[in-house]
């Protein structure tokens, strides 16, 4: 594991304990107050699934380049989420990851900029990877 996952990993965990399910509450909050679309996009959702099926795409993500295992998965999530399904913009992944960033910072009292390059260095590849799925 290199310093960038061993950075995010640590920073992960502070952020979630001890009330994980309010990391995830918080992250849709800022989420979707971030962009009218995203809210219209969860208007109708059934938010305590969907905090669910967040924490394992964070795992789908974060282990992405390292974990070859994971490939099947991220593919069947870009698929899900890709023009011929769901049809998520682009440029969602965008508002995604950079809401992701402010829960953190808010969440994680050790957070810094070296943090957050570590999250977005991590996070990259997995989110570019989404992004051809997408129109």
């Known amino acids: 594991m290199d310093k960038a996952h061993r950075l995010l990993n640590i920073s992960y965990q502070r952020s979630i ?6 990391f995830f509450q918080r ?33 789908c993500l974060i282990s992405y380049l390292q974990d070859e295992g994971s490939g099947e998965e991220i593919k069947k999530t870009a698929m899900m989420h890709g023009k011929d399904r769901l049809d998520i913009p682009a440029d969602f992944y965008d508002i995604w990851l950079d809401s992701l960033i402010e829960t953190i910072k808010e969440r994680d009292p050790e957070f810094n900029d070296h943090i957050e390059k570590a999250w977005r260095k991590v996070l990259a590849p997995g989110i570019n990877y989404m992004k051809s799925f997408s129109r």
């Open 27 to 59: 992250f849709y909050q800022i989420f979707t107050d971030s962009e009218p679309r995203v809210k219209q996009l969860f208007a109708e959702t059934e938010m305590e699934r969907q905090y669910q099926m967040l924490m394992e795409s964070m795992t």
């Open 17 to 22: 304990s001890p009330d994980y399910r309010g």
